[in-house]
């Protein structure tokens, strides 16, 4: 794994610290963009505005890693970048708490936003995490969303 481009880790991040190094890794960028998810206090429309406690991310070790330096390694042929950056967290979050960042670095603007939202969309549809949902008493996992596959339709 290349630990300068991908994270996947139980710690929360800065935002702030990982955009400096980009910046670094990155040299004569012309634009650097970051997307940072968060986990919503509201998770899925059909909870019927029940609000969760916390979210629990697992993932298959190993696989994880190899599914998103893939999605990566797609969007560095794609787009001219000059240093990618993604981390997700796993373990147990609560509303408000960042999930997941993906950060791209190119000499264009353009270049930098497509990738940046190539790799969001892949990373949503396709990365191996199981997301469990708790709410009050009540537990369950958090199913995949239409919307997520429609969104790398675009790519293709």
């Known amino acids: 794994m290349n630990s300068d481009q991908l994270s996947i880790q ?4 800065s935002i702030a610290e990982e955009y400096r190094q ?17 986990v919503r206090e509201m998770y899925q429309a059909e909870d019927q505005g029940s609000k969760i406690d916390s979210l629990f991310l697992e ?4 696989m994880t890693e190899k599914c998103l330096l893939e999605i990566i390694q ?6 001219p970048l000059l240093a990618v950056r993604v981390i997700h967290r796993i373990g147990e979050l609560k509303p ?20 940046a939202q190539y790799i969001m969309d892949f990373l949503k549809s396709k990365a191996p ?23 790398i339709e675009r790519w293709q």
Not at 10 to 13: G, L, P, S
Not at 74 to 79: K, L
């Open 129 to 151: 995490f199981w997301k469990r949902q708790s709410s009050g008493e009540d537990s369950h996992w958090v199913e995949s969303r239409e919307s997520d596959a429609e969104a």
């Open 96 to 115: 408000g708490e960042q999930i997941v960042m993906v950060a791209t670095a190119s000499a264009h603007r353009h270049a930098a936003f497509d990738a």
């Open 59 to 62: 993932h298959y070790p190993g």
């Open 22 to 38: 980009l910046r670094a890794q990155a040299g004569d960028a012309g634009a650097v963009v970051t997307f940072t998810g968060l």
């Open 74 to 79: 797609q969007a560095e042929t794609q787009w």
């Open 10 to 13: 139980n710690e929360d991040f």
